[in-house]
């Protein structure tokens, strides 16, 4: 069975501080899909990025990074120089589907404050 | 702009009363979908259309839940005899392409 953890409930860090978001996965599956979504207090869900299984390069956009480990099942994202406005909940999701969304789960999500 | 408008935007309902939610796509792209969130839980997937067809529903959708797309465009979900349980986001999606889905601000639900 598919499974999304996410440890970090809520998180607050001063701005300008770099943080880390972990994500743990399950899957039994050896093709999958790993997102991570950004929920602001408006309430839409954006998306920032898809990962497949076979793609174990580290990201960088921007501020953004986000680092695969497969031997350790996790997909953390980091944030460099954090700023208010990415404060958030920010969710990690896992899909063996690539096709379509209806097999996406979500993890429970991490709520980010980030205090000027 | 994810190009997904849902409307109401926060509806509240008493215990028992039926509610409808739209969800308009900016075009008419094949798969929409319909995920419930929870109070500090993220999206469940509720169920999902390709074009007018209804091709996938959650054990989550009981039959007092009923989603149409009657012209594979904007989609509607209905709720009859609201419960409690049943207060939540409701989010529309659309997915214009394998890679990424675009999700609407969703429609608050709260049953008093």
């Known amino acids: 069975a598919q499974k999304v953890t996410q440890a970090q409930t809520e998180i607050s860090v001063v701005e300008k501080e770099d943080v880390t978001l972990d994500c743990v996965y399950e899957?039994?599956?050896?093709?999958?899909?790993l997102f991570w979504y950004k929920q602001p207090p408006s309430g839409e869900l954006v998306f920032l990025i898809r990962?497949?299984?076979?793609?174990?390069q580290n990201e960088i956009s921007g501020r953004y990074s986000w680092n695969f480990q497969k031997s350790t099942s996790s997909f953390n994202f980091t944030i460099t120089a954090s700023q208010v406005v990415d404060s958030a909940v920010y969710f990690c999701?896992?899909?063996?589907?690539?096709?379509?969304?209806?097999?996406?789960?979500f993890g429970p999500g991490t709520s980010l404050s980030v205090i000027p | 702009d994810t190009g997904v408008s849902q409307d109401p935007r926060h509806k509240i309902t008493k215990r028992g009363q039926n509610v409808t939610f739209r969800c308009d796509p900016i075009?008419?792209?094949?798969?929409l979908y319909w995920y419930r969130q929870t109070l500090g839980q993220g999206p469940e997937f509720l169920t999902y259309?390709?074009?007018?067809?209804?091709?996938?529903k959650s054990r989550l959708l009981s039959d007092r839940f009923s989603a149409e797309r009657p012209k594979g465009s904007f989609s509607t979900l209905e709720i009859q005899r609201t419960e409690q349980g049943d207060s939540a986001m409701y989010l529309c999606?659309?997915?214009?392409?394998?890679?990424?889905?675009?999700f609407g601000q969703g429609t608050r639900l709260t049953v008093v």
């Open positions: 999701a896992l899909s063996e589907s690539s096709t379509s969304y209806d097999k996406v789960i």
């Open positions: 259309f390709q074009n007018e067809a209804q091709l996938e």
């Open positions: 990962r497949n299984s076979f793609d174990e």
């Open positions: 999606a659309r997915d214009p392409a394998p890679t990424e889905a675009f």
């Open positions: 899957t039994r599956d050896t093709t999958y899909y």
């Open positions: 075009s008419e792209h094949n798969r």
